[in-house]
Each structure stands twice: as C-alpha cells, then as structure tokens.
C-alpha cells in the first residue's frame, strides 16, 4: 500500500527539498529571533498518528467518538501550561499566534470597537491593529509609538492616549521591541479606562516561562503566545487568562459566561473546527521540557547571549535601537552603516547568517527595503554557543557587511560560519 512507503520512495522532490534544509540549518548561523529547533521528542509528538484524530469541542466534551487519548494529551497540555506560567486558565488550541489575537479579541469585542496597540513600524505586530490586517479592519485601530529619543516604550504618552481614547483592549508585546516590559503598568492603565489588559507574549515566552523576564501574570487579564520562538516548542498558539467572572458590564452584562468561557467560546467554534492533536501534543512534551530545571538555564543563558552579540556589534559601530537590549533580541538601524535592511540581508544570506530585514522606530524608508535588521539568539543557544561565540559571530557580520559586494569573501566567511557550525551539529538531536 502507498501509505506505507517512505517519502523518499514516495516523492523525491519533497524529501530532497527537506534534506537541503537540513543541510542550510546544520551549517548556518540561525539569527531570526522567531525561530528556533524543537527536540526530537517535540518533533517525534508531532508527526504521530494524533493527526489522523478530529477532535472538536474540549476535553470531555467532544463531538466525536473515540476520545480518550486525545483527552488526555489536551488536558495534559492545559495543566502543564497552567503551572508553567502560573495561569489560572488556557486554551492550547489555537492554530498560531495570528488566530489566537483575533480569538481573544472577538471574546471581548465587537467589530467597530477600539483596539490599542504599538504601531507595526514601531516594534508592534500586524494582529495589534495594523490596517492590513482583519484587526485593522474590523475594530478602530489606535496605535502608540515609542519614544523618538530613547525608542522604548512612553508609559506616560500610552496612558495619555488610552483616557483620550478609551479603547476596548489595550495590547502590550511585541515583535521587534528589545526591552522588558512593565505588564503591571500596562494593567493599571487598562484599568482605569476600563480596557481589556492583554499582552502578545509571543516573542517572550520562553523567556518568562524560564524567569529571565517578567511575568504578566497576575497582571493582565488575557495573554496570547505561540508556541514556538523561545518556548521551543511546535508551531502553534495559545491563550491564557483570568478564570473568574470580571467582566466590564458596559460589554458582557448580559453574558452568561465568564472571561474564560469567552475565550473557549471564540476560539471553538468561533473560528476554529478540530484542533490539531498532533500539534497539541507536541505542545504538552513542549512545556514539560520548559518545565525542567534546565530550561530556567536555557532561557538565562539567550539574554546573556544577546547582551554579549549586542555589545559586540555597537563594538564594530553598529548602532542599536534603545542602546541595546533585555530580551533575546536586538533591532538594528544600518543607517550610519550607509547599507539597507534589505541589502545587509541578501549579504548575510551568503554568508550562511540568517536575520530578517526590519524597520526601526520612525523609520524613512518602506518595509520591503528598511533601514534595519533584527536578530537574535534563541536558536544559537538552543546548539550550545555562549558568549564567547557571540564575538565570533559580530565579527562574521562585520567582515560580510563591509564586503556586501564581494561574493568571494562572503564565500570564505561561509566557511568560517560552517567551521564554527560543526562544533555545535544540530541535527546530531534528530538521529535514532
């Protein structure tokens, strides 16, 4: 039977294009700051047969037969995640961290409601109200922006701007911001104008989950992540919030359900159908990884690591947004550098270092061709480098972005990157 073939007899192409992949990331130096490399027993949950399985509804509720394993993994999943982040309640289903914002949204909000969030150009993401998006188009986006000296975050001028405009939800995290947040704040503010507190903790997690971050626990009254980046876990998303009955009568005084009840409520059926069990599952091996004392570890040893490469780098005259950073990210403006995002990127790129284009703060040129980088380190300290490799690496992205137009020299710091790569063999993780 077909179903029984391997992939390689069943179609080349596909396994050839995956073994390049392996063979680009085993090499290469993998700075995304979103991305990272799950464990084999992650990777082993999640190409399991729970994919074959339709689960819809929750644990002990469902509206399918056959049941009783992925009951199991779900609620395996919730409690980990509960205790890992000190949550009161959290739904592992949804698909990504796109659905679950607009998830969470929709619980508490109806279309021409006011949604506040930091403006995409400025370190926020595209589901905190950017125009383009759905949540952009079906709330009233208000958009705060850092500071234009310090570019951190202007608690003041976010709080001025929430009594003016009393939003329904204020969001804080973000995906290009490389300093801690104060949740706290976030939360009074929300109180006093009656909003919604959530925080996007996407980037983030693993960091908090680990303690090298503040929590927004018990601050906040929803939070949305993925699953992935620093919790190095599968591709996927999840809510947490409060489980009790605080709801802001001039939206829900009718409702029968509490906040929770919402969320499980927009989440499916809402917007979802079956969840993805097998993903699910990857999730709960995920947070009992996290839950580990090595994780605590793991998480500690990314900032260090990001501080030592961002020091590095402002050692070559790079310049970077805020001076600097907390987390596991560093944004950098290549405008002294005389250099574009764009351009710095496609250099790296042959160089074997992998980061994404990216706009700064009050950024003059478009988003396909900015004038910054991001990068970061979670998936470098996952293949064991610390600090001193952090100089090595500034020192490749020196050499390669002063030479962006010789593809001879980028050649041979490809092979320096590979050099220093084999010390470290990723995918040494992944054989039986």
Not at 133 to 138: A, D, I, M, R
Not at 171 to 194: C, L, M, N, Q
Request: glycine share 8%; proline share 5%; aromatic share 8%.
């Amino acid at each position: 039977m077909v179903i029984w073939k391997s992939l390689s007899e069943t179609d080349i192409e596909v396994f050839n294009a995956i073994n390049g992949e392996i063979k680009r990331e085993d090499e290469g130096l993998e700075l995304i700051p979103s991305e990272n490399y799950v464990s084999k027993a992650v990777m082993q949950a999640m190409g399991s047969v729970l994919n074959n399985k339709y689960s819809e509804g929750y644990p002990g509720k469902r509206y399918y037969g056959g049941q009783e394993f992925t009951d199991i993994v779900e609620t395996l999943a919730i409690e980990r995640a509960k205790k890992l982040f000190n949550a009161e309640h959290v739904n592992v289903q949804p698909y990504s961290g796109s659905p679950a914002n607009l998830a969470a949204y929709l619980a508490v909000m109806k279309p021409g409601d006011k949604l506040m969030g930091l403006a995409l150009s400025q370190g926020g993401h595209l589901t905190h109200g950017h125009k383009v998006s759905q949540t952009g188009k079906l709330f009233k986006a208000v958009q705060y922006e850092l500071d234009p000296e310090t570019k951190t975050l202007d608690y003041d001028a976010i709080r001025k701007l929430a009594e003016k405009e009393k939003p329904q939800v204020i969001v804080s995290g973000y995906t290009a911001y490389p300093r801690e947040i104060d949740f706290k704040e976030f939360a009074e503010i929300a109180k006093d104008v009656g909003a919604y507190s959530m925080a996007d903790i996407a980037h983030i997690a693993g960091l908090i989950a680990g303690g090298a971050h503040p929590s927004p626990f018990p601050h906040m009254d929803i939070v949305t992540t993925t699953t992935h980046k620093t919790l190095r876990g599968p591709r996927g998303g999840m809510i947490m919030c409060k489980d009790d009955d605080r709801l802001h009568e001039k939206y829900h005084s009718d409702s029968k359900y509490n906040l929770a009840q919402l969320i499980d409520r927009s989440v499916f059926p809402g917007l979802q159908g079956g969840p993805h069990m097998n993903i699910i599952a990857g999730k709960a091996v995920a947070f009992e990884e996290d839950l580990q004392p090595e994780f605590k570890e793991y998480a500690a040893q990314v900032v260090k690591n990001a501080k030592a490469l961002a020091d590095a780098l402002m050692e070559y005259g790079f310049e970077l947004v805020s001076g600097g950073t907390d987390n596991h990210l560093i944004l950098i403006d290549l405008t002294n550098k005389g250099i574009t995002g764009m351009q710095a990127e496609k250099a790296l790129d042959k160089a074997g270092i992998t980061l994404n284009k990216n706009t700064v703060p009050f950024d003059p040129r478009p988003p396909f061709d900015p004038s910054g980088i991001r990068l970061g380190t979670p998936a470098i300290t996952t293949r064991g480098m610390k600090e001193s490799e952090m100089k090595e690496i500034a020192s490749f992205m020196n050499e390669a972005l002063e030479n962006i137009n010789n593809d001879s020299k980028l050649k041979e710091i490809k092979q320096k990157v590979k050099d220093l790569c084999s010390n470290y063999p990723l995918y040494e993780l992944y054989k039986a």
